[in-house]
Every structure is written in C-alpha cells, then in structure tokens.
C-alpha cells in the first residue's frame, strides 16, 4: 500500500505539472493568427481578457493542430488507470480461495454469482480491469490525434471528440472503484501468516543463504540452501530441520537459536517499516 500511496503521489505532481500546460485558451481565428482583429491593436488583449474570465491561462502559440496537450493528459489518464488496474489485479489474485489473504468490501449480493452462492467475487476489480484496459487503448488514439494536416485537421481532430469523454468518464469509473476498495478492504493477517508457513521455511532461504555465505561463502550457501529447500519441497519437512542435520552448517559453527531468526520471515524485513515510514510523512 505504501508503494501505492507513492504511486499516486507521483501522479498527483504530474498532474501540477500538466495543469497549466493544458489548461490554455484557443482563440486564435481560422489559421490561428487573430487575422480578423489583428489591425484593431488589441487582439491580443482580447485573448487575454477572455482567458482570464475563463480561467485559462494564455497560450505563447496558436496550438489548435498541436495537440500535445490533448494527448499528455490521456496519457496521464492511461497511467492512473493503469496504477489502479495493478492494485485490481492483486486484488484478485490475493482474493483466489487458495490465497485469501484479503476480501473486497462486503456489500450484500454484492460480486455474488448466479449459479453458486458462496462466491463472493472482486467486482470492483473487474470492473477496474475492463475500464483500465480500454483507457489505455483509447489514450493511444490520442496520439493519432496529433498528426493533423496543415492548420485545419481533417480527421484527426474529431478523434478526440470521440475518445477524450471515454477516456475521462471511464477514468473517473476507475477512480471510484479504487476509492472503495481501498476504503473497506478486508485484510486477513492470519490468514497471510499461515500462508508464509506453506513452503516449509523455504521463504526465508535468502535470509539464510546470506547469513550462512558469510561463513561458508555465497555460492556454496546458495547451492547447499537450494539443495535443501527441493528436500523440504519433496520430502514436506520443515527447512530448519534439514539444516540443523546438515554437516557444512553444523560445521559453521551456526546454532539452532540463529538457524531459528533466520528461518523466520518475520526478521527479514528490511528497512520496509521506514521506507513506508517516508512515504507517509512525507
């Protein structure tokens, strides 16, 4: 969640940056020049004027065949969608019933099925992969759109009017469905504790490899410990048993008791509480 939450920070400075880019006014005549008020003196204090009672800013250019701007905010549009979709996906792979590490919110009937009632489906991660998918596809049309003949486009203009209102409307869906599920996710921390326990210690192999290398050497700690963990695979014992029978670890010197917190996931964490620290207060 901390990766998200930075995610979005990330997205929230792009979207400061893109603002006053596209946020410009195109008023400009036909071919862009303010031809037809050009010899009152005050064309260009008419633009301005109109820019401020709309609260756009003025462009340095006439860009109605520079579509640039149209495009960089669908792709920003694409790339928020696409943050969603990734949160969408875990979702659903950590909501599997072989997994269930996390719930969607519980609403009733809602992501039931019609023909079997114990499914409780992630819904609104469906829908955010569906909305997702075609954002990113309608975005790239954007760029289609930029590629405009001469001062008066003859197609490619009309892209955006076809794309662009999708692009936000389903964009804005995306962002609903991410809200909720963020607000009333169902985190089960049993459930993910008793999941580390499944390959019988074997997650926990980098954590031991490394300690066990700086006796014995990296790669002949690496090729041992991968030994060891197809045993615990094959024959379903645990891995600390293994490497407390194991002559080169007994012969290291290592105790049960240091086997034992290198063995346990929970002590190979990293700097993970205060990377998440940064990103929160920051």
């Given at each position: ?63 109605h065949t520079e579509r640039d701007r149209i495009a960089e905010i ?92 999708q692009i936000c409307t389903m964009t804005h869906a995306v962002l ?67 490497l407390s029978e194991d002559r080169t670890v007994l012969g290291s ?30």
């Open positions: 969640m901390a990766r998200l939450l930075s995610t979005f920070k990330r997205h929230q400075a792009r979207l400061a940056e893109i603002l006053p880019r596209l946020l410009v006014i195109e008023f400009g005549g036909a071919a862009g020049t303010l031809a037809t008020i050009a010899d009152t003196g005050v064309a260009l204090d008419v633009q301005e004027d109109l820019a401020k009672k709309l609260g756009l800013g003025v462009p340095d250019i006439a860009w669908g792709s920003f549009f694409a790339m928020v969608a696409a943050t969603c979709a990734k949160l969408a996906l875990d979702t659903k792979l950590l909501m599997q019933t072989e997994v269930g590490e996390v719930l969607e919110p519980y609403y009733a009937h809602r992501g039931s099925s019609s023909t079997m009632p114990q499914k409780r489906n992630p819904i609104s991660s469906v829908y955010i992969t569906a909305l997702a998918s075609t954002v990113k596809q309608l975005s790239a049309s954007l760029f289609d759109a930029m590629v405009e003949d001469h001062e008066r486009s003859t197609g490619p203009w009309e892209i955006e009017w076809i794309a662009l209102p609903v469905h991410t809200y909720d599920i963020l607000e009333g996710l169902e985190v089960r921390p049993k459930t993910m504790s008793d999941n580390l326990r499944l390959t019988n210690g074997a997650i926990a192999s980098e954590a031991v490899m490394m300690h066990l290398g700086r006796r014995i050497g990296r790669q002949v700690a690496h090729d041992l410990i991968y030994d060891l963990c197809q045993r615990a695979l094959h024959e379903g014992r645990p891995l600390i048993e293994l010197g290592v105790t049960r008791e240091e086997l034992e917190t290198w063995c346990d996931p929970a002590n190979y964490m990293g700097l993970s509480q205060e990377m998440t620290l940064r990103i929160i207060n920051t």
